[in-house]
């Protein structure tokens, strides 16, 4: 790996350089480095561009490491991963992807996650996008994520999108089963003329499922942002959906969040709010020596976290 493959890296999954146990990395197109343990396998697909992360029952207290990087201009990257946890199994999964495109051309990743829980399961979900360079080429993420919980489950998503990324547009897509929960928590920035698109439709199917989406967003410059929600209570459940943003400059926040209690017992909830930096906030921070660039980078950073 170069000097830039290893900033990709550390931005995107924490990591200083190749990491212990199970990984996958993969540089434009290409598989870069491998490893497989005796707790979690990882098998390349023979039909299509992709890896089988196959988890075995009981494993815990263990992580995999599954990055993306393109360097490369004029080129669309498109992969297919699923996950298979086994019973009981408590792991945490690190992906994510960084681009560098310095060239004319666009640079594109689309990671086509699918991810089957077993019972009593727990899954925690890293996944960051990053995109850096300086050529005119657009930078884009468009990922999937499928999500499937049996009974007891638990999948907890942090999805973190902070800067650079010329357009997105993000799905998931979960059925949730009896006693399982889904937690998804999302954090946004975009500027100057960045689009991004967020999508979730979550199926509340089991008995005493639930599903808590968290959204904060920041549009700044000339970007948009689109978040929407769908979210369908089939049974004795409990779902909550929450989009909050903050507006600078000329962007614009769109929230669509929608509810449908199709069982008398499913209890869904959602809310949106969108508003600009409270002026006395600012004054506040600026008292204390800050300048006002200071003042406004310190609230982001703390509405995000």
């Known amino acids: 790996m170069d000097n830039l493959d290893k900033e990709l890296l550390e931005t995107i999954a924490d990591l200083h350089g190749i990491p212990e146990g199970s990984f996958n990395i993969r540089k434009n197109g290409q598989l870069l480095a491998r490893n497989s343990t005796a707790d979690i396998e990882i098998v390349p697909k023979t039909d ?40 009981g199994a408590d792991v945490t999964i690190v992906a994510g992807c960084g681009i560098h495109n310095d060239s004319a051309c666009a640079s594109e990743h689309d990671g ?13 979900y890293v996944e960051k996008h990053y995109a850096s360079g300086n050529g005119e080429g657009k930078k884009v993420f468009d990922p999937v994520t499928y999500i499937f919980l049996k009974e007891g489950a638990e999948f907890v998503m942090e999805s973190t ?18 006693k399982a929960r889904l937690v998804v928590k999302e954090k946004l920035l975009t500027d100057g003329e960045e689009v991004a698109k967020t999508s979730f439709r979550v199926l509340l199917k089991g008995r005493e499922s639930s599903a808590d989406i968290v959204s904060r967003s920041v549009a700044k410059g000339n970007s948009s942002q689109f978040f929407k929600s769908d979210m369908v209570g089939k049974n004795a459940c409990f779902g909550h959906v929450e989009c909050d943003g903050i507006l600078l400059g000329g962007a614009r926040i769109v929230s669509t969040p929608k509810i449908d209690a199709v069982s008398p017992e499913a209890s869904l909830v959602h809310e949106a709010a969108v508003g600009k930096i409270a002026g006395e906030q600012l004054l506040k921070l600026m008292s204390l020596g800050l300048s006002e660039q200071e003042a406004e980078d310190m609230i982001i950073q703390g509405f995000l976290n």
Do not use: C, M, W
């Open 161 to 178: 999108q902070l800067g650079g990324v010329t357009y997105t547009d993000r799905k998931t897509v979960a059925t949730v089963g009896k």
């Open 112 to 124: 086509i996650h699918t991810f089957y829980l077993s019972e009593n399961s727990k899954v925690r």
């Open 48 to 87: 299509k561009d992709g890896i089988d992360i196959i988890v075995k029952a009981g494993v815990s207290n263990r992580s995999v490491h599954i990055p993306v990087l393109l360097t490369a201009g004029d080129f669309h990257d498109t992969v297919y991963n699923d996950f298979y946890i086994g019973e």
